[in-house]
């Protein structure tokens, strides 16, 4: 490793989840935006994710590091298809937690309360969810090529390989996860955390980053499309202000 390792770690590490800290307020006013303004964070989000991306690898190859190293290796042995049925299980797992709030009214509001709280930005029209797909993919393979591609390939540099240094590497990163989303508060953060622990352990066990990246697309696609069943009364009133995009709708 090098100094600039240890930099790109303590920028995400440290200064991601300041920002999303210093920035929580404006986070939870997006709960009164509408199609037009949410659709502008996606794109705003799916570009700054890819330049990431695009800057880490870029840096990798600079240093003639294989590509293997951050889990872009699929060797189909036991592993890695038993770490393909544990994500199958927790995607089924999530639909039918899903469903089961959907069919009681009760439980329906609560979910919706609290999507409202933890993830306000979530869509509520069918243009806005089209675009929160993208951004869904786009975190599903840039996320889990920082945090655990390179976050556990660095953890690993400390902690070794053995099954311990891989156990702590994966909940020293599932931390540092949960902290990049400091604006859900504690539940919010306490359920990134476990998400993080099961990202981590599918990668490990199958050895391929390939299954936790397909894993959370789906499942933040999941979320889209149960934040639109949750708001069927659609966005607020798009302001007379925007004609621009009352013209592109109308298209």
Known sequence: ???????????????????????????????????????????NMI?????????????????????ALLGFTASFGLGFWISAGVAILGIIGLGLYYRSQLNDDQKRENLRQLADQLAPFLPR??????????????????????????????????????????????????????????????????TVFIVGLLYGGVYILGGSLWVPMVMHAIMDLMGGHMAL????????????AEPEYQDRKAA
């Open 1 to 43: 490793m090098i100094l600039l390792d240890h930099i790109i770690v303590l920028f995400i590490a440290v200064l991601v989840p300041l920002n999303q800290y210093l920035g929580r307020g404006q986070l939870r006013a997006m709960i009164d935006y509408n199609c037009a303004q949410r659709i502008n964070v996606y794109w």
């Open 47 to 67: 570009v700054v994710q890819w330049i990431m991306m695009f800057l880490l690898l870029s840096f990798w190859a600079w240093q003639g590091r294989s590509l």
């Open 125 to 190: 029209t069918k243009p806005a969810l089209k675009r929160f797909n993208i951004l869904c993919i786009t975190a599903g393979i840039i996320e889990e090529f920082i945090f655990r591609g390179f976050f556990i390939w660095y953890a690993t540099r400390f902690l070794g390989e053995s099954i311990g240094g891989l156990v702590v590497s994966v909940f020293l990163t599932s931390a540092i996860f949960m902290m990049g989303h400091l604006y859900q508060g504690r539940r919010g953060m306490s």
């Open 229 to 240: 069943l949750l708001h069927p009364e659609g966005e607020v009133a798009i302001p007379k």
